[in-house]
């Protein structure tokens, strides 16, 4: 017998970063909302009759009176079937007994329901910022939840569809959904190998390189840039100790077919002209996050001018707040450069002949 010391954990082993502890259900393309309740209280009935904690109405009329219990197991919440007609499933497939977990699909009779936890109710916040916060964008937001934590499963690949550059989008993406401190690597065979700065990520001409790069984390490609070597990297994708999420960017939608993922389609933002003001302040908030500066605000003079001169795409209107709140809380235009991890003359150019609302010192 082989002995040895205790097996480390890997901390990238789970690639799908929202671990933190369910808060509640919500049922699928909807905000019908049941919270679940902190200690000491550690059960609950679930199911159609009225003396239920989790009173579930099912037009299909396939869930029991008493249907399942959720049971508190520690930190975590497990639902266990009562021996019901219809039982529960997760993720399609029926099951005893589930462990919630954040995303999980719980399907109970005709109804699906989602379990959700800080993290992943911030994630769903972001999709609806990046999708549209319109009653109709409810099931879509969903549908790209689900798109979502197949990818980070390693399932499928991650596709994102739309106008302009959508790598960003994706780089915010892997940021909520994997987390910060793991690799977001592009590989773009037209671009110059570069290592990541606040405002771009690290790229690499070789699709090989950047695999290796990846790893634990995202490897982002263009459809219509692909690396020479991309069969190598597809491969190496398809090795079960692969640990590498592939995010495609298609230029069109016709490009997502060969990877046989559902897309995330971008809407443009020409039709979103009533969310632009809610869209700006959100990607405020991030920058004031991201580059730690005192929460004084993003005052609606800078709103009104990223709406006047970055209002074009997603992308645009993050570079635009992000630079904009350096400068604000930087004594200089070579102070806030430094803070993008960017040179002053590329950040002078950015304004170009733009009248900032906010005086400057080179």
């Avoid at 937001?141 to 960003?168: E, F, N, Q, Y």
Wanted: charged share 25%; with cysteine.
């Amino acid at each position: 017998m082989l002995t040895g010391g205790p097996t480390k954990t890997d901390p990238a082993a789970n690639e799908w970063a929202i671990d933190d502890n369910v808060i509640r259900l919500r049922g699928w393309a909807s905000d019908r909302i049941n919270n679940l309740p902190p200690p000491p209280i550690s059960e609950l009935t679930v199911g159609a009759g009225e003396s239920c904690a989790v009173r579930l109405d099912d037009p299909s009329g396939r869930i029991s009176r008493l249907h399942a219990r959720l049971v508190r197991d520690g930190t975590r919440w497990l639902m266990r079937d009562l021996g019901s007609k219809n039982g529960v499933r997760l993720d399609g497939a029926r099951r005893s007994e589930i462990v919630l977990e954040p995303g999980v699909e719980i399907g109970i009779g005709g109804i699906t329901l989602i379990a959700e936890s800080g993290r992943s109710v911030a994630l769903r916040g972001f999709l609806a910022r990046v999708l549209g916060w319109r009653s109709d964008r409810i099931e879509v937001i969903d549908h790209a939840l689900r798109s979502i934590r197949m990818a980070a499963a390693r399932r499928v690949a991650l596709v994102l569809s739309g106008d302009g550059d959508l790598v960003p989008t994706a780089r915010s993406l892997h940021r909520h959904a994997l987390g910060p401190d793991r690799p977001f690597i592009v590989c773009d065979p037209r671009r110059r190998p570069g290592k990541a700065t606040v405002r771009s990520a690290e790229n690499y001409e070789s699709g090989m390189d950047a695999y290796a790069a990846a790893t634990g984390g995202s490897l982002c490609v263009r459809s219509r840039r692909l690396p020479r070597d991309f069969d190598r990297v597809i491969a190496a994708l398809r090795d079960p100790g692969s640990r590498v999420q592939l995010v495609v960017c298609a230029d069109d939608l016709g490009d997502s077919g060969p990877y046989l993922s559902a897309p995330i389609i971008v809407p443009r933002l020409a039709g979103r002209e009533l969310e632009l003001d809610r869209i700006i302040a959100e990607y405020a908030d991030d920058a004031i996050a991201q580059l730690g500066t005192p929460r004084t605000g993003f005052p609606a003079v800078d709103r009104a001018w990223v709406r006047t001169y970055s209002a074009s795409s997603l992308p645009e209107i993050e570079k635009a707040t992000l630079r904009l709140v350096a400068i604000r809380e930087s004594r200089n235009l070579s102070n806030a450069a430094a803070r993008l991890g960017m040179a002053p003359v590329s950040l002078s150019r950015w304004i170009g002949r733009r009248s900032l609302p906010i005086q400057l010192t080179p």
